[in-house]
């Protein structure tokens, strides 16, 4: 069954540093997303993009985050400067379309940690 | 914004048992998503509901959409270990399926055998 990858599994970064976190979707997906969900606590929406651009973001989803479609395949969550409350399991999804009914699939997700 | 309420917070069960969760809300979803989540994985989707009082199953689950719109249920018949793990409710607003989902705080399971 066609999975979503995300790479890497793990990343530690320093408070201030940027990362990038890597999503390959499903091919023949449109939709794509990202989540994170703190140790412990419920998963939450960042945001969704469609067609090249952003379609809705989160209250979460502030100017120190930024997506990004770079080729036909990946699909980039970016945060530039890190603090330490971004430490949380990241996780991409994607769906097969805006037709009502198309349910999202997860990737095993990116731990981050800022120290 | 939007809430989902779920419960129970954990549950411990005998293997063999039947398991009950659910979840509410003070505000109407359009649809109702049930995800697993294992350790160190992303949520997988078990059951998808998109019509009010709709009652699906998959397996030894069963799922159903409140007819208020605005609850959910997921029931579990005859446990068995691998059924271990975290399991979300989700609910969209949104009539298409890019809008977002909104996810209640989970009841962790946990299965003796």
């Given at each position: 069954e066609p999975e979503v990858t995300q790479t890497p599994s793990h990343q530690v970064t320093q408070m201030g540093q940027e990362v990038i976190l890597r999503c390959v979707p499903i091919s023949n997906h449109l939709y794509f997303y990202w989540y994170r969900q703190i140790l412990g606590q419920k998963v939450e929406f960042l945001v969704s993009f469609y067609n090249n651009e952003i379609s809705e973001k989160s209250e979460?989803?502030?100017?120190?985050f930024s997506v990004e479609r770079p080729d036909g395949s990946n699909f980039t969550l970016k945060i530039r400067s890190t603090k330490l409350e971004d430490s949380a399991m990241y996780f991409c999804a994607s769906s097969?379309?805006?037709?009502?009914?198309s349910p999202l699939h997860f990737g095993n997700g990116t731990r981050l940690t800022v120290t | 914004g939007q809430q989902l309420n779920q419960s129970p917070q954990s549950m411990f069960i005998q293997e063999g048992e039947d398991v009950s969760m659910n979840c509410t809300s003070s505000s109407i979803f359009n649809t109702w998503l049930w995800y697993k989540q294992d350790p160190g994985e992303g949520p997988v989707l078990l059951i998808a509901l998109y019509k009010a009082g709709e009652l699906t199953s998959n397996g030894r689950l069963t799922a159903q959409f409140g007819i208020t719109r605005k609850d959910s249920f997921l029931n579990i018949s005859?446990?068995?270990?691998?059924?271990?793990g975290i399991y979300f409710c989700a609910g969209q607003v949104g009539e298409t399926s890019g809008s977002r989902l909104t996810f209640g705080e989970g009841t962790q399971l946990t299965v003796n055998p």
């Open positions: 979460i989803f502030d100017d120190q097969e379309s805006v037709r009502f009914g | 005859a446990s068995i270990p691998s059924d271990v």
